[in-house]
């Protein structure tokens, strides 16, 4: 049988989490991978996913419905070519997570969330309790429908691939819910997930001017995404779509700087897989130092700006 990964897209670009999940795909080892790419006016996106190394047919859905990614809708599409296919791989983002459990529920098939690991074509690993465990799950479901945890798998190569286009009928809305309208945040910034450099505060930074002055100036060193913990979002220092952890993102960039942050499990949780973590903590108690790499017991209000100095 054949992978079916749904690519996140906008549209124009397909987004770095689709080339993760391909490569999921092909772990499945269950024959060709396809990717979906349901969209209105997406042809550039469909000739980008056809470039993905790995992948053999990209099915272009386009109608004026998929304009907006309505869940309903995204999962229409993906529900009408489902049963050609022995695994749906979505990755595990805002998106992803929103369209799969409606997938999987019209499917009457258990949903495998946030996998991590492929074992075999059946069998599949997943993080349970913020990380400090790993769930082996069998699946007996003829059609297995998967998020992926992006962080655990490398991005397929998104140029050198040559796979087919073949156009499907696009579906019509389902008339369950509309666009409203979207407030994007919009940054100079890499985005964190797809960072390789992260910087990131915690409550010790004592308000959202104080962030802005400290944190700032380190992350345009390093031209690096900034991410929070969960306490400075909650006190407002810094706005929601920075916060990493288990109930934020989940990151895995080549280096992350934890800069004020005890490192509780659930922060833990959305970073550990860092490649170098470095933490600046002028508690030496403090379990960040548990999962650093590299650890200065220092205060950041001094250390961050003689790092910005010195870089
Ligand atoms: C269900 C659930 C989900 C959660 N999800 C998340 C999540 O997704 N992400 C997340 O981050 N948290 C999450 N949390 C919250 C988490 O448990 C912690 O409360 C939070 O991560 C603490 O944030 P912090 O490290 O910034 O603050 P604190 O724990 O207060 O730590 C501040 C640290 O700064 C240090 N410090 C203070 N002053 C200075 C200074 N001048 N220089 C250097 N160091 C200094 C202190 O020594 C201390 O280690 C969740 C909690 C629950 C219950």
């Given at each position: 049988?054949?992978?079916l990964?749904i690519a996140e897209h906008?549209?124009a670009?397909?987004?770095p989490?689709?080339?993760?999940?391909?490569t999921?795909?092909?772990a499945c080892?269950?024959g060709?991978?396809?990717?979906?790419?349901?969209g209105?006016?997406?042809?550039e996106?469909a000739?980008a996913a056809?470039?993905?190394?790995g992948?053999?047919?990209?099915?272009?859905?386009?109608?004026?419905?998929?304009?907006?990614?309505?869940a309903?809708?995204v999962?229409?599409?993906?529900?009408a070519?489902?049963?050609?296919?022995s695994?749906?791989l979505f990755?595990?983002t805002?998106?992803?997570k929103?369209?799969?459990?409606?997938?999987?529920?019209?499917l009457?098939?258990?949903?495998?969330?946030?996998v991590?690991?492929?074992?075999?074509?059946?069998t599949f690993?997943?993080?349970?309790y913020?990380?400090n465990?790993i769930?082996i799950v069998q699946?007996?479901?003829?059609?297995?429908v998967?998020?992926?945890?992006?962080?655990?798998?490398d991005?397929?190569?998104?140029t050198?691939?040559?796979?087919t286009v073949?156009?499907?009928e696009g579906v019509a809305d389902s008339g369950k819910s509309?666009?409203?309208g979207?407030?994007?945040t919009?940054?100079?910034?890499?985005?964190?997930t797809?960072?390789?450099?992260?910087?990131s505060?915690?409550r010790?930074l004592?308000s959202a001017e104080?962030f802005?002055?400290?944190?700032?100036?380190l992350?345009?060193k390093?031209n690096a995404?900034?991410?929070a913990?969960?306490?400075?979002?909650?006190?407002?220092?810094?706005?929601?779509?920075?916060?990493?952890?288990?109930?934020?993102?989940?990151?895995a960039?080549?280096?992350?700087?934890a800069c004020?942050?005890?490192g509780?499990i659930q922060?833990?949780?959305?970073?550990k897989?860092?490649?170098?973590?470095?933490a600046?903590?002028?508690?030496?108690?403090?379990?960040?130092?548990?999962?650093?790499?590299?650890?200065?017991?220092?205060d950041?209000?001094?250390a961050?700006?003689e790092?910005?100095?010195?870089?």
């Open positions: 049988m054949t992978v990964v906008d549209h670009t397909v987004k989490a689709t080339l993760n999940t391909v999921a795909g092909i080892q269950s060709d991978v396809h990717v979906l790419v349901a209105a006016n997406a042809a996106a000739a056809a470039k993905i190394v992948v053999a047919k990209v099915i272009a859905a386009d109608s004026p419905s998929l304009a907006e990614n309505l309903e809708n999962a229409a599409q993906v529900l070519i489902a049963k050609n296919y695994h749906i990755p595990a805002a998106n992803g929103n369209v799969a459990p409606r997938v999987a529920a019209k009457d098939v258990a949903q495998i969330s946030d991590t690991k492929v074992d075999s074509p059946d690993e997943r993080p349970i913020a990380g465990a769930a699946s007996s479901d003829a059609i297995k998967i998020t992926v945890r992006t962080t655990g798998f991005p397929a190569a998104a050198g691939g040559s796979a073949e156009n499907a509309s666009f409203v979207r407030e994007v919009k940054s100079e910034r890499p985005e964190l797809a960072a390789k450099i992260i910087v505060g915690g010790a004592g104080k802005t002055e400290v944190m700032a100036p992350a345009d390093l995404g900034l991410g913990s969960r306490a400075a979002v909650d006190a407002g220092y810094a706005p929601n779509d920075w916060q990493v952890g288990q109930t934020g993102k989940i990151v960039p080549q280096l992350y700087i004020g942050i005890s509780a922060h833990l949780a959305g970073m897989d860092s490649k170098v973590i470095v600046i903590n002028k508690d030496p108690e403090a379990p960040i130092f548990s999962v650093a790499d590299y650890g200065l017991e220092a950041l209000f001094t961050v700006p790092l910005v100095k010195a870089l």
